[in-house]
């Protein structure tokens, strides 16, 4: 039953070949149903192969299928080969079934664009690469699925590549990654200099039977998790997911909520020995993850446009993940990247309803009351605000709050608080774009307000469904005040974490004090909120006003963009400027030409001996032989 | 008597060629050439080559040099060539003439000692040359026949007057 | 008997003569002339060793080239008047047409 793991990413790869060779030629609603089927075939594969897999005794995890035998050099090899075990499953079980969600949704969403065609190709192939990352049984394979969606990142990020800051979004997004890969790829490099193998199984074995010295673990660690940080956007390779908005909203909803942002955290989960056995290196995750958490939160305050809003939620988000993962409880990081990926890419497609409903309106300022025109749009978005808030019951609450007990119950009692901090300004800042979306004064535009109409049923109904599992998705992790061994979730993972010493306990008292503390956080967001922009919306104003400098700093992003420009890429093109002028033209162009002009110049001289008299020819005729035969002689 | 007439005729021969550089007229030229034929003609005599003794001068100072002149005739150009008056291309020739000489003197010099020997029969008879030259140079001597036939018809080809439209 | 360097000295005379002759001369048939020249000093050695060697191989060669210089003689006259024909001029400095 489980063999057939290895169609998984297959399916939407030969899916995305037909659609490449012939999408122009077919129709719009074959395209629409082929893209999706695939996806949705992958998923009940998945389905199958989770079945086969909880049949299967843990010591045959992991499940490999070599396809085809690619890299030998020397002692070194990786292959094409395929896993499946428990981590693997649930990656691939998310990514397919949130993948078919939004792929339903934007054969509603993208039907009048006039690239229709190529939209569902790069779709259909970042879920090909996607599938290909998480089902990698090495490294090397993993990398290619890695450049594979940073690739996709880019080709639908930049899908209107008319616009311009479309193009140069999906640059940035492309060349931030490559700076992440690079760290990534070192990683890996030290990883086959000092364990010769790239398998995954190889790898936890070695690393677990001490193969490696302390210092090479960090090192190797903190390098992986560079790359970690360009793909998962933390700080500080963070500032291409605002500008990623530019894409259209299911690509946002797919790549920049659910799937490809969490690669990262996929890559610290498999990796997971080598933070476990190095203390500093899975500090320094705990740390980034909980200061971007905040950093990011704080920036979301103030922004105006719907999907930025829900972009910094995004990278706050999966800085909770990277806690998880730095304080050990990797289980508690992979269900917050599981629940996250439901109520995040509800949220996107909801607010892409919205932007549909008022002719592609994105600023918050400019809306308003709308909860009478969209009342399933509203419903769904408000499903999902309340599950993002960690309010009790929904699945938000039980990821996060699985996080911040095993930070708190690992010692880390800064980044436990640093998480605090920001589940309120979680909570503040999701019901301050509720209140000004859907609530209060309308402050449509005129024209606007004449075409506002609720989205179709192939968008909303995905909608619902999100809606639905963000509600019950967090039911399968339950906490341990719940009663013991319910916690399916993290059991299931068990057999993928190396386990170096037991996991920390607390007692029920203080388990139970924890998570009264995060509701009561939750619920005091949404009541500033409230106040905020409800009972006295002059308060934003009035804050404004006494502290401006303040809201200056969180506006412009803390000119983050505007430092990277200053200190590094303006930089880096003036250098290569002077580059160019002086080496490039002078030398490489400077030699070429000149070859070609020193051969024309040489042809010159010798063109003047061709005088076409007889008597010059014989004359050197005779000079040769004069020559010969002195030679003869002499 | 040997080394008189070999005196006599080889300075006759290098004056005439010297003469032939001189003048100016090509019709004098030829002339002058014709007496040095000659006296190549009489030293091959001396040399015991009657027979191609006769032939230089039946067919390179006769037939050759007729040819020549009908040529010049032909042409008939009034004009005069004065010779080369640049003095670059004097001295370079001069140049090179001497050192080609004393190239040639020095090849020679392993020969200086050598005796004109040799059969004092006759060698250079018809006879004899007809019998090498029907057994050992059966080749070239057929070879020879066709190039001329093909040198024949390629004179004539080349020098007809054409009669069509193009002059 | 006169020694066999005597002759090759002649012979070596006539050569450069030629060539001198050929570099000095402007006009085409005067130059060809001088050419014939050069050749006939090549008669003069061979002959001249064939009596040395005792074989009269050299005077075969002798015959053959004579008949040959005949041959020559007759095609590159005929390719002169073509030229006068076609130039009105038998200088040898108008023939450039390939020059460069």
């Known amino acids: 039953m489980t ?101 339903v949704y934007s054969v509603g969403y993208m039907s009048e664009d006039k690239s229709y065609a190529r939209f569902f190709t790069e779709m259909n192939l970042f879920t090909f690469s996607m599938l290909i990352l998480v089902m990698a049984s090495n490294l090397v394979l993993m ?87 360009g793909k998962s956007a933390q700080i500080p390779l963070y500032v291409w997911l605002p500008d990623a908005m530019e894409g259209p909203t299911p690509v946002s909803a797919l790549i920049h909520a659910a799937t490809m942002v969490t690669a990262g955290v996929y890559m610290v989960a498999r990796m997971n020995v080598f933070y476990t056995l190095s203390h500093s290196a899975a500090n320094i995750v705990a740390l980034i993850g909980a200061i971007t958490a905040i950093f990011a939160a704080t920036m979301a305050l103030t922004q105006n446009d719907i999907k930025r809003v829900l972009a910094y939620s995004t990278i706050s988000q999966i800085g909770y993940m990277f806690i998880g993962c730095g304080v050990g409880a990797y289980a508690a990081g992979m269900f917050h990247l599981y629940t996250h990926a439901f109520f995040k890419s509800l949220l996107f497609l909801a607010a892409g309803s ?53 930070a708190f119950a690992n010692g880390q009692y800064f980044v436990w608080g640093l998480g605090l901090g920001g589940a309120i300004l979680t909570a503040f800042y999701m019901f301050r774009l509720i209140f000004l979306t859907f609530h209060g004064k309308e402050r449509l535009a005129p024209e606007v307000k004449k075409h506002v109409h609720e989205s179709p049923k192939i968008m909303t109904v995905p909608l619902m469904i999100l809606a639905f599992f963000s509600i019950i998705a967090g039911y399968i992790g339950l906490p341990v005040v719940f009663g013991k061994n319910l916690n399916w979730f993290s059991r299931f993972l068990e057999p993928v974490i190396y386990q170096a010493h037991g996991e920390a306990h607390l007692s029920l008292g203080t388990e139970w004090i924890l998570i009264l503390l995060s509701v009561a956080v939750a619920l005091f967001g949404i009541f500033m909120a409230h106040v905020f922009y409800i009972r006295k919306p002059g308060i934003p104003h009035s804050l404004v006003a006494r502290f401006p400098w303040a809201y200056k700093l969180l506006y412009n992003k803390y000119y983050v963009d505007e430092i990277y420009n200053a200190v590094v890429v303006n930089p880096m093109i003036r250098g290569s400027e002077i580059v160019y002028q002086h080496f490039d033209l002078k030398v490489i162009d400077g030699a070429v030409n000149g070859s070609a002009k020193s051969a024309g110049f040489f042809g010159r001289i010798l063109s003047t001996f061709q005088s076409g008299l007889i008597k010059d020819y014989a004359l050197i005729f005779l000079l040769g032989a004069i020559i010969l035969i002195g030679y003869l002689v002499f | 008597m040997a080394y008189f007439l070999f005196f006599a005729l080889s300075i006759i021969c290098i004056l005439s060629v010297i003469f032939m550089i001189f003048v100016k007229d090509q019709a004098y030229n030829a002339l002058f050439i014709v007496l ?22 039946i067919i390179y100072a006769g037939a050759i040099m007729v040819l020549f002149v ?70 070239p001597f057929e070879i020879t026949s066709v190039l001329i036939i093909a040198a024949m018809v390629g004179a004539i080809v080349l020098a007809k007057k054409k009669d069509k439209d193009k002059e | 008997m006169i020694p066999l360097s005597y002759y090759l000295v002649l012979s070596a005379l006539l050569f450069v003569l030629g060539t001198i002759a050929f570099f000095i001369k402007k006009d085409l048939i005067t130059q060809f002339l001088a050419i014939e020249v050069m050749l006939s000093a090549g008669n003069l050695v061979f002959i001249a060793f064939a009596k040395a060697m005792g074989t009269i191989d050299g005077q075969i060669i002798v015959f053959f080239i004579i008949t040959v210089a005949a041959a020559e003689a007759a095609v590159g006259l005929a390719i002169i008047l073509l030229v006068y024909r076609k130039k009105k001029s038998i200088r040898s400095e108008d023939m450039n047409i390939m020059k460069g």
């Open chain 1, 354 to 406: 919205v932007m549909h409903a008022l002719s592609g309106e994105l600023n918050m300022q400019k809306m308003g009351g709308l909860r009478k025109y969209l009342p399933h749009t509203y419903l769904t978005f408000l499903i999902g605000a309340i599950a993002i808030s960690g309010v009790p019951f929904l699945s938000g609450f039980f990821s996060k709050d699985a996080i911040l007990t095993s």
């Open chain 1, 143 to 229: 990398f290619v699925g890695w450049e594979g969606v940073g690739l996709c990142s880019y080709l639908l990020i930049g899908f209107w590549y008319e616009k311009h800051s479309a193009a140069n979004a999906g640059n940035k997004a492309f060349i931030v990654n490559r700076i992440g890969d690079a760290g990534f790829l070192l990683g890996i490099l030290f990883i086959i200099i000092n364990i010769g193998s790239t398998e995954f199984a190889a790898i936890s074995e070695a690393v677990g039977n001490g193969a490696l010295s302390q210092s090479m673990i960090t090192l190797i660690a903190i390098l992986l998790f560079v790359g970690a940080t």
């Open chain 2, 36 to 57: 040095a034929f000659a006296c190549l003609g009489g030293l091959f005599a001396l040399l015991d080559a009657p027979f191609i003794a006769v032939v230089q001068i």
């Open chain 1, 3 to 103: 063999d057939i793991f290895w169609l998984i990413p297959f399916i939407p790869g030969l899916s995305t070949f037909i659609l490449a060779v012939f999408g122009n030629k077919l129709p719009k609603k074959y395209i629409s149903f082929q893209a999706c089927t695939a996806v949705f075939a992958s998923f009940v594969i998945s389905v199958i192969s989770f079945i086969g897999l909880r049949q299967t005794p843990h010591e045959a995890y992991p499940l490999v299928k070599k396809l085809l035998s690619w890299i030998h050099v020397g002692n070194f090899q990786a292959d094409l080969a395929l896993q499946f075990d428990p981590l693997t499953a649930v990656m691939t079980l998310v990514v397919t079934l949130v993948g078919f969600l939004i792929h």
């Open chain 2, 70 to 139: 009908f040529v010049i005739m032909m042409i008939n150009l009034r004009k005069e060539f004065s010779p080369e008056k640049k003095k670059l291309t004097l001295i370079l020739s001069l140049v090179i003439g001497v050192v080609l000489f004393i190239e040639f003197l020095f090849s020679v010099k392993g020969a200086f000692q050598q005796l004109s020997s040799g059969s004092t029969e006759s060698i250079g008879n018809p006879t004899s040359l007809g019998k090498l030259l029907f057994t050992k140079y059966l080749y």
